[in-house]
């Protein structure tokens, strides 16, 4: 299969769901005019189809290796990678001061989604590198700025995330990682981390980890957590990679998916000359961490709809390529291509309508992030209730719809040389990773629904009110919305967590609900492909009238209490 870059759809929500023209509007984003979203849009898509996804099999299929502490990626991905850094494709969000060009990140993201859907595993370089520049933007000092950022902007250094201990994975506050002050403004790192991603590898000639640690005498739990800047290589005086600064792989997992990218297991400090920077205050750690988490949060949930585009495509060519059986109620017992039976149609149709609606969520999300960046509070403070729904919706969609297209494969699916399979087995860490799913619930519930005491939370839905009204199922869904986060606000810890996530996912589908009605009025209202408008309005209406009331049902789940959860001992679960 060829991967086709989805570039109409792309322009379409930019245009209606973005609305990246206004963004183009303001000094900060002027660079974004037509002919350079244009390019980028076309660019990108062929970047991805010509370097990435040739790599995507030998990437599954190879993996990365791990020997002696060093990794060595897949044949071909040094270049592809050293294309990526000369084309300019990680600066597109970067301060101009270091090398960026401060475009949206709503443009950006078309780049992640076409690379994602490419090749999601070697994509994950490309993804925790901007989180890490957001988190010197944010706090780190301007030295760490200069010295740092250039390269992280262009990518010709990566950057980590490194969180989990294996005493450590949700519960951060766990971590045993240490940091002792050496008086000079450095500190001796010392401790392993697990699951670290890119955590090494030969496709630069430097890495920056910035690395969660506890210094001596920290107080317990998350609130003693500190940020250090941790590289691999120790800088000579003119910025060049110098003396190693003893941090070390000393594995790699092996996986289900995503085998191009190597899964780290890093330990710091064996002979105790790790050196790291304390990137904001001393016990500011998880504040400058989840400025990084919130912006790999999005990029996360962009993955779902990245692969779920991946394996809609490889579904629909072989759904129209593969006859078999005749239509029902057909005169002619002439066998058909198998996308002409309803039930192949159905899956094929629900695909479409996910994905369509899990990318204009992730879409639109960029674009508050992009108003938030102009000063707009209201949008900011709309983004931090829409990211835990932009995570684990998108992730959700990527599994639903990557084993869908397994499904309709039949038992060719099931086959790993089709390739149905290496989407569903690289979709399913997404639920997992940057915070589970369910600790995304737990976040909705817990912090975002009582933002500026519920007034984000109940300006969102007066929007998708005033601007959806006709859309009796749409409406239904909002109205217990309502209920849900009322009657969530009024009970108990355990009653609220029990809920949690099927109130995520009624609200996901709210949202997306209202995205999609924007979108079948601008499909009905425009000129263009038909084929692409007749689409986008059948997939829209499919959502709006079968996905939306699917959810409907949910709001059971989400009132229910606890007690049943809890109506036997954890031993019978095992009975």
């Known amino acids: 299969m060829t991967y086709t870059p989805p570039v109409a759809e792309q322009r379409f929500l930019l245009r209606h769901i973005v609305k990246l023209d206004e963004l183009a509007g303001h000094n900060a984003y002027a660079e974004a005019t037509p002919d350079v979203v244009d390019a980028i849009l076309e660019g990108a898509g062929q970047f991805a189809a010509g370097e990435f996804a040739p790599l995507n099999r030998i990437g599954d299929q190879v993996g990365s290796k791990w020997s002696d502490g060093r990794v060595i990626t897949p044949p071909g991905f040094k270049e592809a990678y050293r294309a990526y850094v000369e084309g300019g494709w990680g600066t597109l969000t970067g301060p101009a001061e270091y090398g ?65 201990e294996p005493q450590a994975g949700s519960d951060v506050g766990a971590l045993k990682t240490r940091a002792v002050p050496q ?143 005749a239509k029902a109620g057909s005169a002619t017992r002439e066998p058909v291509a198998i996308i002409e039976h309803a039930d192949v149609r159905r899956m094929l149709m629900r695909m479409k309508a996910l994905t369509q609606a899990a990318r204009a969520l992730a879409y639109y999300a960029a674009g508050l992030t992009d108003r938030a960046h102009l000063g707009d509070e209201a949008a900011q403070a709309r983004v931090d209730l829409l990211t835990p729904l932009v995570k684990a919706y998108g992730t959700d969609v990527g599994v639903e719809v990557t084993s869908l297209g397994v499904q309709v494969h039949g038992g060719m699916g099931y086959i790993e040389e089709t390739g149905a399979a290496q989407h569903y087995r690289d979709a399913r860490i997404s639920p997992i990773y940057e915070g589970t799913n369910g600790i995304q619930a737990a976040d909705l519930v817990g912090r975002k629904l009582g933002l500026e005491g519920g007034a984000v939370f109940a300006s969102l839905l007066a929007d998708i009110r005033a601007d959806a009204a006709s859309e009796a199922a749409l409406m239904a869904l909002v109205d217990a919305c309502e209920d849900i986060a009322a009657h969530l606000a009024s009970v108990d810890a355990d009653d609220r967590m029990a809920g949690a996530y099927p109130f995520l996912t009624i609200l996901s589908v709210a949202v997306c609900g209202w995205l999609m009605a924007i979108q079948f009025r601008a499909a009905a209202a425009s000129n263009g492909d038909p084929a692409f408008l007749a689409m986008k309005k059948a997939s829209a209406r499919f959502y709006l009238d079968q996905i939306v009331p699917e959810a409907g049902g949910l709001k059971a789940a989400a009132m229910a209490p606890a007690d049943i959860l809890y109506a036997v001992k954890k031993e019978a679960f095992a009975a």
């Open 183 to 325: 008086g000079d403004g450095s500190y001796r790192i010392k401790g392993q981390k697990i699951f670290i991603t890119f955590g090494e590898h030969d496709l630069t000639d430097n890495i920056v980890h910035l690395v969660l640690a506890r210094t001596p005498d920290a107080p317990a739990g998350s609130r003693g957590i500190s940020l250090f800047l941790v590289p691999k290589f120790r800088l000579k005086t003119d910025g060049s990679p110098g003396e190693f600064n003893d941090v070390r792989c000393v594995s790699i997992e092996h996986k289900m998916g995503i085998h191009a990218s190597p899964t780290c297991v890093m330990s710091y400090g064996d002979h105790d000359d790790c050196v790291g920077w304390l990137v904001g205050e001393e016990q500011g750690g998880m504040r400058a961490m989840f400025t990084m988490m919130n912006n790999a949060r999005l990029n996360v949930g962009l993955q779902g709809v990245s692969v779920a585009e991946a394996a809609t495509q490889r579904a629909v060519a072989y759904a129209r390529d593969r006859v078999q059986s």
């Open 100 to 164: 960026g060009q401060e475009l949206p990140l709503s443009l950006a993201s078309v780049v992640m989604e076409d690379l994602g859907s490419a090749n999601m595993g070697f994509s994950l370089i490309m993804m925790l590198s901007p989180a890490a520049v957001e988190a010197l933007k944010w706090h780190g000092t301007e030295e760490q700025r200069q010295t740092w950022m250039p390269k992280l902007v262009t990518g010709e250094w990566n950057g980590t995330m490194n969180l989990t």
